[in-house]
């Protein structure tokens, strides 16, 4: 198994924790999740600007601000409540 | 009905997280290791979120399994960015729009709509985080 499969499979299993505390109902974990999303915000924030992007145009050239563009991007997401 | 098509957008954005790790892990091992983390700190509320919208007038199982269907997409994500071609020339490109749409576009004003302090003191601490964690990986290496 490649390294990025298994950290996916971690990432993954993350999805199903989440998904546990609100079956469970267990409302501390949920308002401790809550600020998981606030800072997964500003990390995530910083790691798209300040790596990927630059690692992105030099990878894709031309075509990488139009692949990055808002025109893609919200077809792939909904409102992450 | 409201919550397949959450469902369904969900499964692209999921989808395209693996697709983020596999090729940040492509381009050096400890830009991938930075993915993973800010990838992982979403998928909770992510979780919490698909299952909430699923759980609606609905039986508990449907919220388990749709949370369980993110997850696979992702691990997809991976394995197609390994295969194809394009996503491994592009899929850096793709996957950086959607982490910087999602997180400006949803997580922020998620965040913003909370009352009190700690939800941006939370959101700071993220970004310093990564600047610790970058200072750390770039010194070593």
Same mark, same amino acid.
Request: proline fraction near 3%; avoid cysteine.
């Given at each position: 198994m490649s390294k990025a499969l298994l950290y996916a499979l971690v990432a993954a299993a993350g999805n199903v924790l989440g998904a546990l505390a609100v079956t469970r109902r267990a409302a501390l974990q949920l308002k401790v999740i809550e600020h998981f999303l606030a800072f997964g915000a500003g990390f995530m924030l910083s790691v798209a600007i300040i790596e990927l992007l630059p690692e992105a145009f030099s990878r894709s050239g031309r075509v990488a601000p139009l692949l990055s563009s808002r025109a893609i991007s919200p077809f792939t997401s909904r409102s992450i409540r | 009905m409201a919550g397949t098509s959450a469902l369904i957008g969900l499964l692209l954005h999921t989808f395209f997280d693996g697709v983020a790790i596999a090729s940040a892990f492509l381009v050096r091992p400890e830009l991938g290791l930075m993915v993973f983390i800010a990838i992982f700190l979403h998928k909770l509320p992510e979780g919490v979120t698909i299952s909430s919208i699923m759980m609606a007038g609905a039986e508990r199982e449907r919220g388990g399994r749709a949370a369980a269907l993110l997850g696979l997409a992702t691990l997809a994500g991976v394995i197609m960015t390994d295969h194809v071609g394009f996503l491994v020339q592009h899929g850096l490109a793709i996957s950086a729009g959607v982490a910087i749409y999602v997180a400006a576009s949803n997580l922020v004003p998620e965040l913003q @709509?909370?009352? @009190?302090?700690t939800m941006p003191a939370a959101f700071f601490a993220g970004a310093l985080v990564f600047f610790g964690t970058k200072t750390l990986v770039d010194g070593l290496s």
């Amino acid at each position: 198994m490649s390294k990025a499969l298994l950290y996916a499979l971690v990432a993954a299993a993350g999805n199903v924790l989440g998904a546990l505390a609100v079956t469970r109902r267990a409302a501390l974990q949920l308002k401790v999740i809550e600020h998981f999303l606030a800072f997964g915000a500003g990390f995530m924030l910083s790691v798209a600007i300040i790596e990927l992007l630059p690692e992105a145009f030099s990878r894709s050239g031309r075509v990488a601000p139009l692949l990055s563009s808002r025109a893609i991007s919200p077809f792939t997401s909904r409102s992450i409540r | 009905m409201a919550g397949t098509s959450a469902l369904i957008g969900l499964l692209l954005h999921t989808f395209f997280d693996g697709v983020a790790i596999a090729s940040a892990f492509l381009v050096r091992p400890e830009l991938g290791l930075m993915v993973f983390i800010a990838i992982f700190l979403h998928k909770l509320p992510e979780g919490v979120t698909i299952s909430s919208i699923m759980m609606a007038g609905a039986e508990r199982e449907r919220g388990g399994r749709a949370a369980a269907l993110l997850g696979l997409a992702t691990l997809a994500g991976v394995i197609m960015t390994d295969h194809v071609g394009f996503l491994v020339q592009h899929g850096l490109a793709i996957s950086a729009g959607v982490a910087i749409y999602v997180a400006a576009s949803n997580l922020v004003p998620e965040l913003q @709509g909370k009352h @009190g302090w700690t939800m941006p003191a939370a959101f700071f601490a993220g970004a310093l985080v990564f600047f610790g964690t970058k200072t750390l990986v770039d010194g070593l290496s």
